[in-house]
């Protein structure tokens, strides 16, 4: 039995391989995201998940042949990294897992735990590759002063447009009209309130104007478009510097997968393909599988074991 944790900055995700690949137990819990709600409560929401997750299996925590804990922050705070290490143990009663970062189930369920590089472009950005045994990530810096071609640099990119045409220092565009219609702004200034004031500026919110951004794309303002192409572009940049850092050879044929809400938009989507069209080698693929089946295909995988998962 494998258990995969896919924790979440909403949700953790608990699932359960048996060795033929089938779902044993799929079950979801509360975020485990320590910078938020405090270690005490981040493990203690796992140590409930991973026993609700074992009982719908019909095992105990100390049968399991490997766990995989990905867990939002992790890496990113040096001095509670031991802690996060260690407190799985005292649950399973055995030291046969792995913690790591959120980042390495996504990688994992986009290409079935094979070597190659996964890149995310939600609300932020980050990419995470494995090459023969050697896994890190790039990006993930945060929306203050990274997460390049996120959902949230989209909007950020989107309100500095309307700012500029509305001031008359770029020419018209479309996207002026439906951010006004969007926001229900009585005049263009109200945009200070909105997203200042009323937002305190909200990531999620912020990024939930990429929407808007896509949907004016598709309609054919080209500055909309340059938007999600210059979103592309980072991506791809982000893509590259993982490569390069993993050390794949020169002429490798490197597979790479997606996930994220900014991949729903076919313009982004074609962006990403073009660019990735003009080289290193690349193979872009569809995703396989959901990140927490991904955290479970990558615990048996530490076990020596390649399975294929049979999720109908």
Sequence with gaps: MY??????????AFCILDETGAVRARTEGETCYFLSIGLDEAERRVVKGVEEACRAAGV??????????????????????????????????????????DTVCGWAGSLGAADGINIVAGTGSISYGMNRGVGLRCGGWGEIFGDEGSAYWIGRAALQAFSRISDGREPPS?????????????????????VLNRWAGDRTRIAGLARVVSEAAEAGDPRSRGILNEAARELALLLRATRAA???DEGERVAVSYSGGVFRSRLVLEAFRRELETGPHFELRQPLYEPVIGAALYAARLAGAVLIPRTN
């Design 174 to 194: 479309p996207l002026l009209d439906r951010l006004r219609a969007h926001l229900e702004l009585g005049a263009d200034l109200d945009m200070v309130d909105v």
């Design 60 to 101: 105990a925590p100390r049968d399991l042949d490997f766990a995989f804990f990905g867990l939002p922050a992790y890496g990113e705070v040096s001095s509670v990294i031991e802690r996060l290490d260690r407190f799985p143990g005292a649950m399973l009663g055995h030291d046969r897992y792995r913690c790591g970062n």
């Design 246 to 248: 993993l050390g794949f």
């Design 3 to 12: 258990l995969g944790v896919d924790g979440g900055g909403t949700k953790t």
